[in-house]
């Protein structure tokens, strides 16, 4: 009787352990919990880097077994969050229609709202602004308050990056202390956004205290993040009040939370490398500066997130390596700053022309004005257009026409040049000019007055000649092609001085030591093309290298001052002639 009696207690007791386990497997199954909790847990989980989307999709399936058309209007909210924009905006295409007949004062403004602030997260500025004016148009319509509040905060923050920060400022100052409809969240938020708004504005001690406010507020409730945020605002303000040093000891502390575990959103993460750079190029240490621009630019080409001060940043990354003579790092920064430069100011350009037009003056009749001027400005635009048209056309012609004309007197001055080359009037002495009796002012002839008066006074007869022999030496074994030629290395080579030699080239030459030594290699240049097919197969660098230039540009432009034709005409017509 005993044995039955403990084994019905066993059985009891395993009855009620049973029932406990299965109520608690069935509390923590998503669809069993109430919408609220759900709720609870994806913005908490998403605020922590959690389970967000298996929370949205559980809160979506729990709707839509339930067929209750709220909260799947709610479940695709919460699943857009989770999405990349093509997705996110299929997501809100659902909401939109699933809401179309919504009697909720909430639609559709609240979906034109959501569309903006996605668009503004990744960084399309145009679109955004277009549907924060629908939203603020419908939220007007139905009397939703925080809805305006909402439109009108975001449009404030269009107008911060536009430079409007004064406007930003008053709109944001409202919002936080005049709107008992925004929570306490929303008004911290304002706060930090005010903040930022002051420094811009100089008004740094109201910025100051707001920072303050909101570091203490942070620490008392925990909010490691909202701290790390007031931190980098305060490390601008550092870097604005130009304490670098301090603005650097927070901004480091910022850069270890944010890039830790993805804490930080892509503006924490960028700004805060602005920043520290900023303020490193402010102390002159520029290597630390380029460092974290440097880390920037790898941002912008992985998240693509454009913002106004990115110019500073590639500008100084340009100058930095064009002081250090880096041409490949130079050109790629320049590059990256056109790219940049082109989004930044297609958004400003959209940003400025629309914001006035479409949310300063909202009445009918201002927007039926601001039509007519626009068509009025198109039409005006049209003529201009097919005015400038016009004149380039014009002036395009006339350069044809120009250049043909300069084209054919290249040509002909390339063909004498060969043809004198072959009758064999380039002499052995190349002081003297080539092609002197056709291009006689552009290769000017040697003086050959009595040589004692064109003996300088400082130098005597012997010395002249025996400076003018080493000289006829110098030309007739080509040594004028060595690369590196100086006037003190020629004249250390021919045992005189310098100001000896030059003087000798000046009154003998009729030109300077520079000249001279230009004139003599071009004459073998013009005189080796047109003579020897393999030298002229070679490129232009070997070639300009052969002649002792340090570069091909030194080169052909001294060929086209010496010769009154481009090198690139005298090769095209020595084949021409050579063929015919």
């Keep these: 009787m005993m044995k039955i009696k403990l084994l019905l207690l066993f059985l009891i007791i395993g009855s009620v352990f049973f029932h406990a386990q299965t109520h608690n497997i069935e ?21 922590e880097e959690g389970n967000s989307k298996s929370i949205a999709d559980s809160y979506l399936k729990k709707a839509k077994s339930e067929k209750n058309t709220t909260q799947i209007a709610e479940g695709y909210v919460m699943l857009h969050f989770e999405e990349n924009l093509p997705n996110a905006l299929k997501y809100l295409d659902s909401l939109q229609h699933i809401t179309k007949n919504s009697k909720e004062n909430t639609y559709p403004a609240r979906i034109y709202l959501l569309k903006g602030n996605l668009y503004f997260r990744n960084d399309n500025l145009q679109s955004a602004l277009n549907n924060y004016i629908l939203g603020l148009k419908y939220a007007k319509e139905k009397g939703n308050k925080r809805q305006i509040a909402m439109a009108h905060i975001s449009i404030a923050y269009l107008n911060n990056y536009i430079g409007k920060h004064a406007e930003t400022a008053k709109v944001l100052r409202h919002y936080a202390y005049d709107a008992d409809y925004m929570n306490k969240d ?6 930090l956004n005010l903040a930022d708004a002051y420094i811009e504005i100089n008004k740094m001690d109201s910025a100051y205290a707001l920072i303050q406010e909101g570091l203490q507020d942070s620490k008392k409730n925990k909010d490691i993040y909202r701290y790390h945020q007031n931190l980098g605002l305060l490390g601008y303000y550092y870097l604005h009040s130009k304490n670098y040093q301090k603005a650097i000891d927070g ?12 804490n ?73 700053f056109f790219k940049v430069d082109k989004v930044l100011d297609t ?26 001027n626009e068509l009025t400005k198109r039409k005006s635009l049209f003529y201009i257009v097919l005015s400038l048209l016009l004149i380039s056309h014009l002036l395009f012609i006339n350069v044809y026409f120009k250049y043909k004309k300069s084209e ?22 190349r002081d003297q000019e080539t092609g002197k009796e056709i291009q006689s002012e552009m290769l000017p002839v040697e003086n050959t007055e009595n040589s004692e008066e ?48 030059s003087e000798i080239i000046n009154t003998y030459k009729g030109k300077n030591f520079a000249t001279y030594l230009n004139d003599l290699r071009i004459d073998y240049a013009i005189s080796r093309l047109a003579n020897d097919k393999k030298f002229r197969s070679y490129k232009i660098p070997f070639i300009a290298e052969e002649l002792g230039y340090n570069n091909e540009q030194a080169f052909t432009l001294a060929f086209k001052k010496r010769t009154g034709t481009p090198l690139s005409i005298y090769l095209k017509e020595i084949e021409n002639m050579s063929s015919n």
């Design 408 to 429: 054919k007197n290249y040509k002909k001055i390339a063909q004498d040049l060969i043809q004198s080359v072959n009758e064999n009037r380039v002499g052995k002495n």
């Design 454 to 501: 064109r003996t300088p006074r400082t130098i005597s007869e012997d010395i002249a000649q025996t400076i003018l022999k080493e000289l006829d030496i110098f030309e007739s074994k080509d040594q004028f092609l060595n690369k590196g030629i100086t006037l003190g290395s020629l004249a250390k080579k021919i045992k005189t001085n310098s100001k000896y030699l």
């Design 347 to 372: 958004q400003f350009r959209y940003i400025s022309r629309e914001l006035p037009r479409r949310y300063d003056t909202p009445e009918l009749q201002q927007e039926k004005e601001d039509i007519t």
């Design 186 to 191: 929303e008004k911290n938020s304002l706060k």
């Design 251 to 262: 901004l480091l502390e910022c850069e270890k939370y944010f890039f830790t575990n993805n």
């Design 27 to 47: 509390k923590n199954i998503p669809e069993h919990r109430t919408y609220e909790e759900l709720e609870k847990e994806f913005y908490g989980s998403r605020i």
């Design 264 to 336: 930080g959103s892509k503006r924490n993460h960028n700004y805060t490398l602005l920043y520290l750079g900023k303020s490193y190029a402010g102390l002159q240490e520029k290597e630390k500066a380029v460092g974290f621009f440097r880390k920037i630019d790898s941002l912008v080409l992985k998240t693509n997130y454009i913002y106004p001060e990115l110019r500073e940043v590639y500008t100084y990354l340009i100058d930095y390596y064009k002081e250090n003579d880096d041409k490949e790092k130079q050109l790629y920064y320049v590059d990256r």
